[in-house]
């Protein structure tokens, strides 16, 4: 099991924080990743004895190390755990009252519950603020499942009327990695849209430029959105806003603001996580490993490239979860709860959320 080394209550288990944040999201499809995080450093604080705010800020400070040591890739989470780690901060620096710890800390758990509540609400503002990005005749870009570009694309196919057929009328091209690696999200934003009546392409990455002549705007979704207005997002989004830049179209990202996080990214090896994107191999197998028997590298490169029934993908299994930057250039504009950003806004809203 894992756990965060913080002694358990009388009688019972050490808190699992991995455990429960995947609880969580398990649970509640429709939770991002950085409120399953906010609520699950909630339920330690709710939990776990603390008697003093030096403990308070241990535990939360200890729990959220080991969440995101043992989350593949936690720069979306992050945002969540470190913007609730200052609220807990600010609000130990001014408490409330003259009542015990206990008390304060009810107080710090019922606040941080409200504003989960808040973050979860986000995505039906940021749709009726994103809506009115689509006009009758457009053809939307967007690819992956990101739940809040889906409910802005269903925001605007449901603008007009009650019956759930609206007046704006028009089409999306969903880029994805392929049909059979489609992931549930994705599946179904595309069968909540064709259900409303708006038509829905699927294409691959390798049909972007094909498509391109015919589209009139792009949205996509984020993991995080980082100091200087770029964003992290899942691998292929990057060349996707070069694109779209390149045609002369607007490419809007669509984000909560509880998405915003203290990182700034120079290029794509700045991210601070690990991917296995590019493998070099030769002959005698991967590059590093020429110490291993020449024989069974060799075979294993062979089946690599083997398109064959049974054979191995030439694609590192890594990869398929992999994320890139996208910079601000490319980006026309962020449309969050707050309203529409330019990226070059972002780092003032940071500040805003933060202080």
Same mark, same amino acid.
Request: proline share 0%.
């Given at each position: 099991m894992t756990t965060t080394g913080i002694p358990p209550p009388p009688g019972g288990e050490p808190f699992d924080v991995v455990a429960t944040y995947h609880k969580l999201l398990a649970e509640d499809p429709e939770l991002t990743m950085p409120v399953a995080a906010i609520e699950a450093l909630i339920i330690a604080l709710a939990d776990t004895p603390a008697t003093t705010v030096s403990e308070t800020l241990d535990l939360v400070q200890n729990v959220t190390a080991q969440l995101k040591r043992n989350i593949p890739n936690p720069i979306s989470l992050s945002a969540g755990t470190d913007l609730f780690q200052q609220y807990l901060i600010s609000s130990l620096q001014r408490p409330t009252g003259n009542g015990s710890f206990d008390e304060i800390r009810t107080h710090l758990v019922q606040n941080g519950r409200l504003f989960v509540e808040r !973050? =979860? $609400? $986000? &995505? %039906? /503002?940021? !749709?009726g603020f994103g809506k009115h990005f689509i006009r009758d005749g457009s053809t939307v870009l967007t690819n992956g499942g990101s739940r809040v570009v889906g409910s802005l694309l269903k925001s605007a196919a449901e603008s007009g009327n009650a019956s759930g057929r609206g007046s704006i009328r028009f089409k999306v091209i969903y880029v994805v990695s392929g049909v059979e690696k489609m992931d549930k999200e994705a599946q179904d934003n595309i069968a909540a849209l064709r259900e409303r009546d708006v038509p829905v392409a699927v294409i691959a990455p390798t049909s972007v430029a094909y498509v391109m002549e015919g589209v009139t705007q792009c949205f996509v979704g984020a993991e995080g959105v980082v100091e200087n207005g770029g964003i992290i997002s899942r691998m292929g989004t990057y060349q996707m806003a070069v694109l779209v830049k390149a045609m002369g179209k607007p490419f809007y990202v669509v984000s909560e603001s509880h998405k915003f996080v203290r990182l700034y990214p120079i290029g794509q090896q700045d991210l601070g996580i690990e991917q296995n994107v590019? %493998?070099? &191999? /030769?002959?005698? @197998? =991967? %590059? @590093?490993?020429?110490?291993e028997d020449h024989e069974a590298n060799r075979d294993e490169g062979v089946a690599d490239m083997d398109h064959g029934s049974g054979a191995k993908s030439i694609v590192p299994a890594q990869a398929e979860d992999a994320v890139d930057y996208t910079p601000p250039e490319y980006i026309s504009g962020i449309i969050t709860e707050s309203g529409v950003l330019l990226p070059s806004a972002v780092s003032e809203e940071l500040i805003k959320i933060w202080f």
């Open positions: !973050a =979860k $609400a $986000a &995505r %039906e /503002t940021i !749709a590019v %493998e070099f &191999r /030769t002959s005698r @197998g =991967k %590059e @590093g490993d020429m110490h």
